[in-house]
T-cell receptor, first 115, second 112 residues
Framework: DTEVTQTPKHLVMGMTNKKSLKCEQH?????MYWYKQKAKKPPELMFV???????INESVPSRFSPECPNSSLLNLHLHALQPEDSALYLC??????????????FGAGTRLSVL | GEDVEQSLFLSVREGDSSVINCTYT??????LYWYKQEPGAGLQLLTY?????DMKQDQRLTVLLNKKDKHLSLRIADTQTGDSAIYFC????????????FGTGTRLKVLA
């Protein structure tokens, strides 16, 4: 089983709202990732958690706040977003952060629209 | 720079072979990957190759690696309409973070 589950599939929010994206895996993976993907572009890395600790933050604005409550769950809290934050948000997980354990498996994504 | 280059678009007829090319940047990358993304979906891992290999075959997929030229290719035999998607190559950089650098993506269109 290589399943990464993301909820919700779609989200529409206003610029003053607070919402959260959720990602779950039960493969025993210890690294989890958030990516942002704009249309017709490759995914852009936002955050990496390794063993439930934040290991990479790609200079993401503070209106995006990641959280890793346990090894199976990854959240992305959203607050005061801008219309340009509208995108597909992808979660991924891997056994570990370095090769050969860093083969990443992706969820189906959350399509976010900010009005 | 960190640009991983792919051609933007490829169109083939059903039943033909497709070859998608990728030029990567980090000559010390240990693993290189191919992902498929269908419209509105996440990325599906198709295959990967370790850098000490020249070729890897997996059913209809053949990956070729030329380390000297930093060139990676994905050949899809007997291409089907269900293969229509965007294909991304990715390299895992070796400078500490091991994060992926994705290619620009190739949109494959299969004509019936």
């Amino acid at each position: 089983d290589t399943e990464v589950t993301q909820t919700p599939k779609h989200l529409v929010m206003g610029m003053t709202n607070k919402k959260s994206l959720k990602c779950e895996q039960h493969m025993g993976h210890r690294a989890m990732y958030w990516y942002k993907q704009k249309a017709k572009k490759p995914p852009e890395l936002m955050f990496v958690y390794s063993y439930e600790k934040l290991s990479i933050n790609e200079s993401v604005p503070s209106r995006f706040s990641p959280e890793c409550p346990n090894s199976s769950l990854l959240n992305l809290h959203l607050h005061a977003l801008q219309p340009e934050d509208s995108a597909l948000y992808l979660c991924a997980s891997s056994l570990g952060q370095g090769p050969p354990k860093n083969i990443q498996y992706f969820g189906a994504g959350t399509r976010l629209s900010v009005l | 720079g960190e640009d991983v280059e792919q051609s933007l678009f490829l169109s083939v007829r059903e039943g033909d072979s497709s070859v998608i090319n990728c030029t990567y940047t980090d000559s010390s990358s240990t693993y290189l990957y191919w992902y498929k993304q269908e419209p509105g979906a996440g990325l599906q891992l198709l295959t990967y190759i370790f850098s000490n290999m020249d070729m890897k075959q997996d059913q209809r997929l053949t990956v070729l690696l030329n380390k000297k030229d930093k060139h990676l290719s994905l050949r899809i035999a007997d291409t089907q309409t269900g293969d229509s998607a965007i294909y991304f190559c990715a390299e895992s950089i070796t400078t500490g973070t091991y994060k992926y650098i994705f290619g620009t993506g190739t949109r494959l269109k299969v004509l019936a």
